[in-house]
């Protein structure tokens, strides 16, 4: 069987079916093939992972008419608590201060996923699925991708494809697209607690000798923990039992919640930094995960996979108003180009996070400590700090409403 698409997007995640959900009235045949049908999504451990969504998200989720029909499921963060495990350091940012109602919202990665799928479901798009896209052909007017649907095989053209089968694309690698991987040699264990004192809706990241420890609040007394450890010490908690656990994050991160306990079960992420070399090649251009997997400790990854589908959307939709060709190789390269400073910055940002506050030497400690401080009393400095993590910082797409 043939069937013929003006756009074909290889992954129903997060940024593939944003992206179909902000092109949805804008005339353009759009089909996704996902590998997973919606009960192995919601059935899925990995959606219990918190995400924390910045301001500048929300803003545009609530213009694709998404935020409406999760909002009721996200606990709002009007404190971030920012802290130095042995050391003075402190950094409080408040919504309050900032004028803002929230820095930034907490839902479950599960939340956002069915939903949006359900959306998808209901709006004017060809899902085909559980199926794979198997192999690539690019030609001079249109790109054509085999695909695997159970046991049957058939074949898609597209004037455009875009690739959004996260961390480890197909896409990609049929493409031949090298990446740079930097391995951490870090994993996070990823928990719920509920905490006998209310959290007040403030979001905790403590960094310790041995990586940072982020509590994220889930509703008033529950707190989404994502904590980074060494692989080997990360492998020996897993391992061991609940309790034992428990007692090791109650010891890191203190008793300013009161007592924890644990109400789900933990899980690991191996994290590594893993960047594509390009985003586009021929008629086929990559977002989100497929381009860049960060680690979790900033919260950017679907932050950032976001912005990659927003941005691709306004552009495809005036592409397309114009009566132009959306998958021609200028158009691509200009796409590409617009999202390298964000990718370049948030990328940074992430790293430098995770090494400076993953370091034990007493100079840097010392050097962290007196930024904590610093930041602290500097109200500019902080305020900066706030509108990065709300999102709203420079090179965000024009997000007008569509
Ligand atoms: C522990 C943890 C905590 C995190 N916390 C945050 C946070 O606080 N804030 C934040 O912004 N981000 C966070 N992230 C990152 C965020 O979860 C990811 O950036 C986001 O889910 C990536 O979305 P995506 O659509 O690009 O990829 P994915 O979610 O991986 O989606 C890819 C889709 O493609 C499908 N697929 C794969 N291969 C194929 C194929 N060959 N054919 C068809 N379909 C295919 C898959 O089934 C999947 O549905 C966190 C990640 C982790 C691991």
Same mark, same amino acid.
């Given at each position: 069987?043939?069937?013929?698409?003006?756009?074909?997007?290889?992954?129903?995640?997060?940024?593939?079916?944003?992206?179909?959900?902000?092109?949805?009235?804008?005339?353009?045949?759009?089909?996704?093939?996902?590998?997973?049908?919606?009960?192995?999504?919601?059935?899925?451990?990995?959606?219990?992972?918190?995400?924390?969504?910045?301001?500048?998200?929300?803003?545009?989720?609530?213009?694709?008419?998404?935020?409406?029909?999760?909002?009721?499921?996200?606990?709002?963060?009007?404190?971030?608590?920012?802290?130095?495990?042995?050391?003075?350091?402190?950094?409080?940012?408040?919504?309050?201060?900032?004028?803002?109602?929230?820095?930034?919202?907490?839902?479950?990665?599960?939340?956002?996923?069915?939903?949006?799928?359900?959306?998808?479901?209901?709006?004017?798009?060809?899902?085909?699925?559980?199926?794979?896209?198997?192999?690539?052909?690019?030609?001079?007017?249109?790109?054509?991708?085999?695909?695997?649907?159970?046991?049957? +095989? %058939?074949?898609?053209? $597209?004037? /455009?494809? !875009? @690739?959004?089968?996260?961390?480890?694309?197909?896409?990609? *690698?049929?493409? =031949?697209?090298?990446?740079?991987?930097?391995?951490?040699?870090?994993?996070?264990?990823?928990?719920?607690?509920?905490?006998?004192?209310?959290?007040?809706?403030?979001?905790?990241?403590?960094?310790? +000798? %041995?990586?940072?420890? $982020?509590? /994220?609040? !889930? @509703?008033?007394?529950?707190?989404?923990?994502?904590?980074? *450890?060494?692989? =080997?010490?990360?492998?020996?908690?897993?391992?061991?039992?609940?309790?034992?656990?428990?007692?090791?994050?109650?010891?890191?991160?203190?008793?300013?919640?009161?007592?924890?306990?644990?109400?789900?079960?933990?899980?690991?992420?191996?994290?590594?930094?893993?960047?594509?070399?390009?985003?586009?090649?021929?008629?086929?251009?990559?977002?989100?995960?497929?381009?860049?997997?960060?680690?979790?400790?900033?919260?950017?990854?679907?932050?950032?996979?976001?912005?990659?589908?927003?941005?691709?959307?306004?552009?495809?939709?005036?592409?397309?108003?114009?009566?132009?060709?959306?998958?021609?190789?200028?158009?691509?390269?200009?796409?590409?180009?617009?999202?390298?400073?964000?990718?370049?910055?948030?990328?940074?940002?992430?790293?430098?996070?995770?090494?400076?506050?993953?370091?034990?030497?007493?100079?840097?400690?010392?050097?962290?400590?007196?930024?904590?401080?610093?930041?602290?009393?500097?109200?500019?400095?902080?305020?900066?700090?706030?509108?990065?993590?709300?999102?709203?910082?420079?090179?965000?797409?024009?997000?007008?409403?569509?």
């Amino acid at each position: 069987m043939h069937q013929d698409f003006d756009l074909l997007i290889a992954g129903g995640g997060l940024a593939g079916n944003c992206l179909a959900l902000a092109l949805k009235d804008t005339g353009i045949k759009i089909a996704i093939v996902e590998a997973n049908t919606r009960e192995q999504l919601y059935a899925s451990p990995s959606g219990d992972r918190a995400l924390a969504l910045a301001a500048g998200t929300v803003a545009i989720l609530d213009n694709l008419n998404i935020w409406q029909g999760i909002s009721q499921a996200a606990t709002a963060i009007k404190q971030i608590h920012v802290s130095d495990r042995g050391h003075f350091g402190k950094v409080r940012l408040s919504a309050s201060k900032e004028n803002v109602d929230a820095l930034g919202y907490v839902i479950t990665a599960r939340e956002i996923e069915t939903h949006v799928a359900k959306l998808v479901a209901q709006a004017n798009i060809e899902l085909i699925c559980p199926a794979r896209v198997a192999g690539l052909m690019s030609m001079h007017d249109e790109v054509g991708a085999s695909i695997k649907l159970n046991q049957e +095989s %058939s074949s898609v053209t $597209a004037k /455009l494809l !875009v @690739g959004a089968d996260g961390g480890n694309s197909s896409i990609r *690698k049929l493409l =031949e697209i090298k990446q740079k991987i930097t391995e951490y040699g870090q994993t996070a264990l990823i928990t719920t607690v509920k905490s006998r004192l209310p959290n007040n809706n403030t979001a905790y990241e403590r960094f310790t +000798s %041995s990586g940072p420890l $982020a509590l /994220l609040p !889930v @509703g008033p007394y529950h707190c989404s923990v994502i904590w980074t *450890k060494a692989d =080997e010490d990360a492998k020996a908690l897993m391992a061991g039992n609940d309790s034992d656990f428990l007692a090791e994050l109650q010891q890191c991160f203190g008793y300013r919640l009161g007592e924890l306990t644990l109400t789900s079960p933990k899980r690991a992420f191996p994290l590594t930094l893993i960047r594509a070399e390009k985003m586009v090649s021929g008629r086929v251009v990559i977002i989100g995960n497929a381009v860049h997997q960060l680690h979790p400790v900033a919260g950017q990854g679907f932050n950032l996979g976001l912005r990659d589908a927003v941005q691709l959307a306004g552009m495809l939709a005036n592409q397309h108003e114009a009566g132009k060709d959306i998958g021609a190789a200028d158009f691509l390269n200009s796409y590409a180009k617009s999202r390298q400073k964000d990718h370049d910055r948030t990328i940074l940002f992430t790293d430098s996070v995770v090494r400076i506050f993953s370091n034990d030497w007493l100079a840097l400690a010392a050097a962290r400590n007196l930024g904590l401080t610093v930041l602290d009393h500097i109200p500019a400095a902080k305020a900066l700090l706030a509108r990065h993590a709300m999102g709203l910082a420079k090179h965000m797409p024009n997000l007008g409403k569509r």
